[in-house]
């Protein structure tokens, strides 16, 4: 299902390059342990399967960086679900890494993901001009992170024993 949402422009909308890429491309990557990248499904409570979310590492001359990237089909967006799967992303990777912040970028274009990102705490640190080659054209995009003292406690419900 991953390597066909992948390939699916309308699943990854008009926001990110167009890809092709095989399943047989993607168990390589993984397997040979190059991609610093976790991938998760997005699921409803009936067990339907709704979109991506993913964390990965950027590395920079001066440390590596933890970013956030998502995507729903199309017919299960403004519903939710992106705004509920980064808070619990947010939550899972306070609670599991030391890390001091999470960031995301978007296309400069793309209001909704933009809400979703400050729905979830996070705030916007400005634009990378033309940071994204899509489709044919230089697009902008917006930086946006959340620190852990911003974060401060989970926003997810979970139990204890």
Partial sequence: MFAEW???PEVFGEYNPLRQISRAEIEKDYDKGTLELTDFIIEKKDGSKVGLICHFTLTHPVG??????????????????????????????FLSKSIERVQA??????VASQRVLEK??????????????????????????????????????????
């Fill in 105 to 110: 970028c978007t296309d400069a274009r793309n």
């Fill in 6 to 8: 992948v390939n699916m």
């Fill in 64 to 93: 590596k960086m933890l970013e956030i990237g998502y995507s729903l089909v199309p017919s299960e967006r403004g519903k939710g679900y992106g705004t509920e799967a980064v808070g619990i992303m947010v939550d899972f990777l």
């Fill in 120 to 161: 979830a705490g996070f705030k916007r640190e400005g634009t990378m001009r033309k940071y994204l080659f899509i489709r044919g054209e230089w697009r902008d995009a917006y930086l946006y992170s959340i620190l852990r003292e911003e974060w401060r406690e989970p926003r997810i419900l979970t139990k204890t024993r």
